[in-house]
């Protein structure tokens, strides 16, 4: 009797202890989610700044190519003119501060000696300066929570700044320009990372959260630096405000435990049981878990781990290497399974408590009969219940009721299986769910939202690609470059409406005079590279005429006006001795020559 007892019992605690850990891991599964989908939302909102960023420098980086770059005549010459005007050698836009916010594209403050043009590259950094006012500040609201973007000259002498502030907000406590700038170099972590010494790999980065000098709050700069050639030229960064990650954070679902965002150095960026309003309010990861290992991986080795009796889940972003960090205490969790999990333990209760009382009342008046019912307990593992055993007539409702308690229990149990499968399957939906959303976050990086086009980047990613399997299988690729002939006149005489909605209408058009296996890539501003997999030069200049002819065929229409569009297209065909520049170099030497005899037509490069 005592061993069919224990039996019992040990099969109701080990009901009970599975049923406990199974309905734990679904909690945990669940936090560990909501984490991981914050995670991703805070990355597709921070691609904003990798992206003002990546353009800015793709530009910088190449602009002596493009020059002369004519740019915003009002710009220049307000300029021309502040360096006329000067008395001491500096210059800055202050008078632009007169003009509509979206007319004033940005602030210079500089040495007049930046006119000097650079004598291996034939342009100047101020002529860097105006190109990239020219093509940030009619597009900086590309998120509410990027402040500045900015591009500081490595010879310390200028400072280029969108959108527009005033010289004596940007200067601060500086007595002059001169001070100013210097100090931005030995002072600022943006400038100091970007230097060759401690930067030789030129790569973007993020620094350490700081205070903005013109009471706009905390912030992080996102940075990179520009080289012409060997040359250090200077660094372009975005300034990042914090606020919005706080505002995250106080929409997680889970309102139990911590939860924060910290950086790669060891700073807390938000917390969403405190706001943080000043530098000295930033606290150090490393304070609230001193377990924490100096390796870059350190957080995330500790993820699902109990560090003083909260239960840590955590993920981290690639770019920048942020972590989401949430400190679940043990205790809601126990509270959580107590509440889905407590009819399961109150009948393991009752059935505890019952049986020890019937052991007690059979043991002391009918052993015979109570070892009779306890051989009949230890039959009853099955869904069906044996017959009932032969005992005094005194006990047969008893025994009755005891069959019915069990297959009770019996349905109570299946009843718990298919819930907890049922949140499996739920676990399981979500989790495909959140891998739909990343395919999408993954297209959304390669398309530009413009036109719809692929963009620069995955240009250059499917360039690499073909190229290798053109040099392994001996296939042949061909591009065209093209450019909208006479845009600018688009812009100006229609405003940018139309030239966005002519941008789109020649994208459509060239998806429909190319092949499907053809791709079309935005290369920026109203030049479009089309890459041709497996086509011959012949190949490419038939699909290149009628694209171009497709666009010049008919004009397009837009708000009651209509607009005459041609394209100049420059083609060209890999060769042995290409590499990937190279064929993009050839092709553009190709449009240069399209657009040189007169614009309208197709060219191939013959070498």
Known sequence: MLLGSFIFLSIVGLTVWVGWKQEEAVEIAIAQQRVDETAIRLQAMIKAANDTVSQAVSWANTFPQHAPYPGSAGLRRSVEQAIRQSEQGTFTLDQRGNLPAQERLGQLIGLNSVQQVDASHGVSHLDLAISLLDRMGSSQATSPFLRWTYFFSASEDLLALTPWASSAEMLGESPDIPTFLHSSWQNYDLTRMALPANNPQRQAFWTPAYLDQVGAGLMVSHAQPVYWGDDFVGVVAVDVLLNFLHEELRNFPDQDGTLLVANAYDQVLARRDQTIQSHSEITSLSTLLPMLSDTPDGVKQLGGSVQHDNLM????????????????????????????????????LILVIGGALANIVLWRRFVAPTISVAEYVAKTADNTPPDPPEVPPLWRPWVA????????????????AQANAELELKVAQRTQELMVANKQLTAQASTDPLTGAYNRRYLFELLSAEYARARRSAAAISVLLIDLDHFKRVNDNYGHDAGD??????VERARNSVRSSDRICRYGGEEFVVLLPDCEAEGAMVLAERLRLSVAATPIQHAGHTILVTVSIGVAMLSSTDTEQSLLKRADQALYRAKNDGRNRSVLDMD
């Open 313 to 348: 889940l955590v993920d981290q972003l690639n770019n920048p290497h942020w972590t989401v960090l949430f400190l679940l205490p043990r205790n809601a969790i126990t509270e959580r399974v107590v509440a889905s999990f407590m009819p399961q333990l109150l009948l393991a």
């Open 401 to 416: 009721g005891m069959v019915q308690a069990f297959v009770e229990r019996r349905r109570l149990f299946n009843d718990l």
């Open 501 to 506: 909605a002519v941008l789109r209408e020649f």
